[in-house]
Structure formats: structure tokens, C-alpha cells
């Protein structure tokens, strides 16, 4: 089991930039990739971006390259998501997840994450 704890998420203006963070514990010795997903209530949960348990690799979708950054922290169960000149529609609830049962790769698809955080909730005022 693997639990993931998300924070940092807030009510900013349009152009702000804010930096999420996600922590994972359980299953020590084990490493995995680790992404970001976020949902609004009409929308299905999207990719963001995922990064490597090393770190040296990164994956975004289209809609996140450029304003968004992920890394990760020395201690490598810590993850980060930094967002940068925010938009209204970049509100949404932002999860972090966990890939451990799966191959490599596909990080864009939700079936492929096994464990997932509560979420924070990020809203961008215009």
C-alpha cells in the first residue's frame, strides 16, 4: 500500500504561480513512477505530467508543457508540481498518483495508476 498526501493547493489570480507538492510513504524500498492528474466537476480526470522515481525523466501532456513544471525533491518520495502564469481554467482539483503494477510508459491513461492522493483543490481567479 502506498499512500500519497498532496498540499499546496490554494485560491490565486490569473497569472499567479503556486507549487503543489505530494508525498508518498508506505512500501519502503519500493520505487515507481509518480505523476500529477487533475479533475473538474464536468471534466474526467486528466494527465499533467509524471516524472521517474530517479527523476531523470519527465512526461507531460500538450496542455501542461510550458506553464507546468514536475520534479522531484532529493528525498525521492517527494514530488512537486510547479504551475506557472495561471488561467481560470486551470482551476480544478489536483491529485497526485503512484504506478507500481504496471509497466513503464502509458502515463497518460488513468487505469494505469494504482494508488492515488485526496486531492487539493486549485482555483484561479480572472
Known amino acids: 500500500q502506498v499512500q500519497l498526501v498532496e498540499s499546496g493547493g490554494g485560491l490565486v489570480q490569473a497569472g499567479a504561480s503556486l507549487r503543489l507538492t505530494c508525498v508518498a510513504s508506505?512500501?519502503?524500498?519500493?520505487?515507481?513512477?509518480m505523476g500529477w492528474f487533475r479533475q473538474t466537476a464536468m471534466n474526467e480526470r486528466e494527465f499533467i505530467a509524471a516524472?521517474?522515481?530517479?527523476?531523470?525523466?519527465?512526461f507531460y501532456a500538450e496542455s501542461a508543457r510550458g506553464r507546468f513544471t514536475v520534479s522531484k525533491a532529493s528525498a525521492k518520495n517527494t514530488m512537486y508540481l510547479e504551475m506557472n502564469n495561471l488561467r481560470p481554467e486551470d482551476t480544478a482539483v489536483y491529485y497526485c498518483?503512484?504506478?507500481?503494477?504496471?509497466?513503464?510508459?502509458?502515463?497518460?491513461?488513468?487505469?494505469?495508476?494504482?494508488?492515488w492522493g485526496q486531492g487539493t483543490q486549485v482555483t484561479v481567479s480572472s
Open positions: 516524472i521517474t522515481w530517479s527523476g531523470d525523466s519527465t
Open positions: 508506505g512500501r519502503p524500498g519500493a520505487t515507481y513512477p
Open positions: 498518483a503512484a504506478k507500481l503494477f504496471s509497466p513503464p510508459g502509458n502515463y497518460h491513461l488513468r487505469n494505469q495508476w494504482d494508488y
